[in-house]
């Protein structure tokens, strides 16, 4: 049970937190269930799209042409690519995550890769266009355009953070997943 | 059924098609990596969903506006990023709780550094993605963007005096 815990301590605060809940108020765990269960399924409902399209680009697309557009010496077209793709998006955060890898296998940039996954989690366009929606045009542009300048500055400073030997780990574990 | 979820199904079905027209045993290939792909994702995928379910219990919209609201002052900045950055919530959830907080007197610099960590800062997925990636970069990316918050504010601040 300790051994497992450790090794599963996220599982284990989980279940704890669902008894703890269960004590207090035994709705409280039947809510928390009905909400996972709906999240599920509103995941599984978009998420299996992205994957066809992430085996499809796994695929079709070959290294060198990833190298080329988004790789090292891709420049300004190579971010400017990774925002299109983080645009162009649909889905949870987390359905990036795989296709972030396939481009690093590929031979993407950090910095462009790191860019793709911050514009998908906020400045996707369709959430975008929601946001105008609800809370007006002004607000919404203050909000976006100063996270597309701090999304730029950040993936750039954060890959000169990382540094070069760390990054040439990274890249290599990239490489290796199949 | 949103129009997203039209466009990326639409895309998906044409684009193996035409893959598959151009080359079957390619396509077979790439729908079982993909395939694979998924199915690496969903063990860190269950037990987090676990946690969303509970973080959904626990911190409702009523929850969240009871401490966002006139007169929060600094302890409403602090509550409305910590929450932010640790909570999961969909974005058709969040934005229209954005707009009613505005509308109950919420200051716009708090709603605005609520919105942009609930969306950016996914501490919710720190588990995943430090497994998908390194732990580091997961800290880098989640740090960019709360920082991102921090100047949000200060932005709104700016404008909205």
């Given at each position: 049970m300790i051994k497992f815990c450790r090794k599963n301590a996220f599982i284990c605060l989980l279940v704890s937190g669902l008894i703890l809940m269960s004590v207090i108020d035994i709705t409280l765990t039947y809510q928390a269930f009905d909400h996972t269960f709906t999240q599920i399924i509103s995941m599984l409902m978009i998420v299996p799209p992205i994957f066809v399209l992430i085996g499809l680009f796994d695929v079709w697309v070959p290294r060198q042409t990833v190298i080329k557009m988004m790789g090292q010496n891709s420049g300004i077209k190579g971010m400017a690519l990774a925002f299109f793709l983080g645009a162009f998006s649909a889905g949870p955060t987390i359905a990036a995550f795989p296709l972030a890898m396939v481009m690093l296998k590929k031979g993407a940039r950090y910095q462009n890769v790191l860019f793709f996954l911050m514009v998908w989690s906020s400045l996707k366009l369709p959430i975008v266009f929601f946001q105008i929606t609800q809370l007006g045009i002004g607000f919404a542009s203050l909000i976006n355009v100063t996270m597309f300048v701090v999304f730029v500055l950040g993936a750039l400073v954060s890959e000169k953070v990382m540094g070069k030997k760390e990054l040439a780990v990274f890249y290599e574990k990239a490489r290796a997943t199949e | 059924?949103?129009?997203?979820?039209?466009?990326i199904y639409g895309l998906a079905f044409v684009l193996t098609l035409v893959s598959f027209l151009k080359d079957p045993l390619k396509t077979k290939q790439g729908l079982k990596k993909g395939m694979k792909s998924f199915m690496k994702l969903m063990p860190v995928l269950l037990p987090l969903f676990?946690?969303?379910?509970?973080?959904?219990?626990l911190i409702?919209?009523?929850?969240?506006?009871?401490?966002?609201?006139?007169?929060?002052?600094?302890?409403?900045?602090v509550f409305a990023l910590s929450i932010g950055s640790i909570t999961f919530m969909p974005p058709f959830v969040s934005f229209p709780l954005g707009k009613e907080l505005l509308?109950?007197?919420?200051?716009?610099?708090?709603?605005?550094g609520f919105l942009v960590t609930v969306m950016s800062v996914g501490l919710v997925y720190y588990v995943a993605e430090s497994r998908f990636f390194s732990r580091k970069s997961a800290i880098y990316r989640n740090a960019v963007s709360f920082i991102g918050a921090l100047i949000v504010i200060a932005v709104v601040m700016v404008v909205f005096a």
């Amino acid at each position: 049970m300790i051994k497992f815990c450790r090794k599963n301590a996220f599982i284990c605060l989980l279940v704890s937190g669902l008894i703890l809940m269960s004590v207090i108020d035994i709705t409280l765990t039947y809510q928390a269930f009905d909400h996972t269960f709906t999240q599920i399924i509103s995941m599984l409902m978009i998420v299996p799209p992205i994957f066809v399209l992430i085996g499809l680009f796994d695929v079709w697309v070959p290294r060198q042409t990833v190298i080329k557009m988004m790789g090292q010496n891709s420049g300004i077209k190579g971010m400017a690519l990774a925002f299109f793709l983080g645009a162009f998006s649909a889905g949870p955060t987390i359905a990036a995550f795989p296709l972030a890898m396939v481009m690093l296998k590929k031979g993407a940039r950090y910095q462009n890769v790191l860019f793709f996954l911050m514009v998908w989690s906020s400045l996707k366009l369709p959430i975008v266009f929601f946001q105008i929606t609800q809370l007006g045009i002004g607000f919404a542009s203050l909000i976006n355009v100063t996270m597309f300048v701090v999304f730029v500055l950040g993936a750039l400073v954060s890959e000169k953070v990382m540094g070069k030997k760390e990054l040439a780990v990274f890249y290599e574990k990239a490489r290796a997943t199949e | 059924m949103s129009t997203e979820m039209i466009v990326i199904y639409g895309l998906a079905f044409v684009l193996t098609l035409v893959s598959f027209l151009k080359d079957p045993l390619k396509t077979k290939q790439g729908l079982k990596k993909g395939m694979k792909s998924f199915m690496k994702l969903m063990p860190v995928l269950l037990p987090l969903f676990l946690f969303i379910g509970i973080l959904l219990t626990l911190i409702t919209p009523e929850f969240i506006s009871r401490f966002l609201g006139e007169d929060s002052g600094l302890l409403g900045y602090v509550f409305a990023l910590s929450i932010g950055s640790i909570t999961f919530m969909p974005p058709f959830v969040s934005f229209p709780l954005g707009k009613e907080l505005l509308e109950s007197g919420a200051a716009y610099p708090q709603v605005a550094g609520f919105l942009v960590t609930v969306m950016s800062v996914g501490l919710v997925y720190y588990v995943a993605e430090s497994r998908f990636f390194s732990r580091k970069s997961a800290i880098y990316r989640n740090a960019v963007s709360f920082i991102g918050a921090l100047i949000v504010i200060a932005v709104v601040m700016v404008v909205f005096a």
